[in-house]
């Protein structure tokens, strides 16, 4: 059966959602789009959709069984709480809210209406994610105690709205929410502290850059950067597990794996390295014969398995799979960020 789908807010991401569920998921038929802008009301038609006259018409149309929200991030929440007491099923776009409160508003009502409610965290297929994701089920390299996942730009200015406070701008709900959320995702266990230093190196309103540490109730760390102002970038990820580490450079998903090769223990005898001030042998380099350089996971990943899933749960064949219980805990990670960066102290947490 193909579901009748509508797009409010035809900018960027709701031409993406359009061109891509087009192209790409055939059980799902966009019929229209409602947008603030007239221009983007044109712009929808003359690809080929119905151009609502208004958003009442868009709630009113009883031919839609979905809705995809793509929005700035402060309309997120009316929108969503108007689509599915109209009886929509709603797809809506990251971050799905500003706080953990308005999210479970959200949710409230739907259970209330029981449509279906899910956040398009379309970064749960990236490739260089779903490579790590397979290191650590495969425990390829033993347990991860300590891991950096960054994205690094140099653009300094953050794209249209992003940089508006009211709009709920920033890099921590712009690209921090999708580095959160395939952690949360990942990871086992609860996060029990929070420490974020959030800077403003240009913008006047909101963060333009980020670094934020979380500890897990196991032990493992993270630390997750975001940056809009770095001309040198680091590794897309560096996972630090007990048997080795794995480095992903970047989205194109360049990178290796060291794993240890062998239980003995090293001699230390002729290991020493000298260093202009002074002898180390602690951080001698390793024999190489004790490790071997594997390649990283060969993965196969399609992001219109989020729609198919969508598909999938309406049909009722499928369990959702971005569950808006995983974006409330992302949500309430998010809430603790900010109050970590305001008060200038860690948070201890149980997310
Ligand atoms: N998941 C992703 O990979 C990804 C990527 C980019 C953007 N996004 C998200 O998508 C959403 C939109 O971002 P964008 O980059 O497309 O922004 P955009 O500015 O390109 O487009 C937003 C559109 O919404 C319209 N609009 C604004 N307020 C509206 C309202 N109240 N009702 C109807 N239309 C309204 C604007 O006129 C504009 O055309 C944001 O929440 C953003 O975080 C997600």
Redesign the pocket.
């Known amino acids: 059966m193909a579901y009748c789908s509508a797009i ?9 959602h359009h061109e891509n569920i087009a192209a790409r998921v055939p059980e799902i038929r966009v019929k229209g789009a ?4 007239p221009e ?1 009301l044109e712009k929808a038609e003359e690809k080929g959709l119905y151009p609502y006259k208004s ?1 009442e018409e868009l709630l009113n149309d009883r031919e839609l069984d979905l809705v995809t ?5 402060n ?2 929440k ?2 969503a709480i108007a689509c599915l007491e109209h009886g929509k099923n709603v797809v ?4 799905v809210t500003l706080n953990a409160a308005e999210l479970t508003e959200i949710i409230a009502v739907a259970e209330k209406t029981g449509r279906l409610f899910a956040v ?4 749960r297929w990236d490739k260089d994610f779903r490579i790590v994701k397979t290191i650590l089920e495969q425990n390829t390299i033993g347990k991860p105690y300590y891991i950096e996942s960054r994205v690094q730009g140099s653009r300094r200015a953050m ?4 940089s508006y406070k009211v709009n ?1 701008g920033g890099m921590v ?2 690209w921090g ?2 580095l959160f959320d395939q952690l949360l995702w990942v990871l086992p266990g609860r996060v029990t502290q929070v420490y974020a230093q959030l800077f403003q190196v240009f913008s006047d309103e909101v963060d333009d850059n980020f670094k934020a540490m979380l500890r897990m109730e196991d032990g493992t760390s993270v630390l997750v950067e975001i940056a809009t102002n770095c001309f040198i970038n680091q590794p897309r990820w560096h996972v630090c597990c007990t048997d080795g580490t794995a480095v992903v450079e970047d989205w194109q998903c360049n990178g290796k794996i060291v794993r240890l090769n062998t239980d003995e223990e090293m001699g230390w005898d002729d290991e020493i390295v000298y260093t202009e001030a002074g002898p180390t042998r602690t951080m001698a380099p390793r024999p190489v014969q004790t490790t071997e350089v594997l390649p990283l996971p060969q993965v196969e990943s399609d992001w219109s398995d989020y729609y198919k899933n969508i598909v999938g749960v309406l049909n009722g064949t499928a369990e959702l799979i971005v569950k808006p219980e995983q974006s409330l805990r992302v949500m309430r990670l998010i809430d603790c960020v900010f109050e970590s960066a305001r008060e200038g102290r860690s948070i201890v947490c149980n997310i």
């Open positions: 409010i807010g035809y900018g960027g991401m709701g031409g993406w409602w947008d603030i802008r983007m958003l929200i793509a929005v700035p991030n309309f997120h009316e929108l809506c776009e990251k971050p398009h965290q379309n970064r794209h249209g709205w992003r709920g709900y712009d929410v999708h």
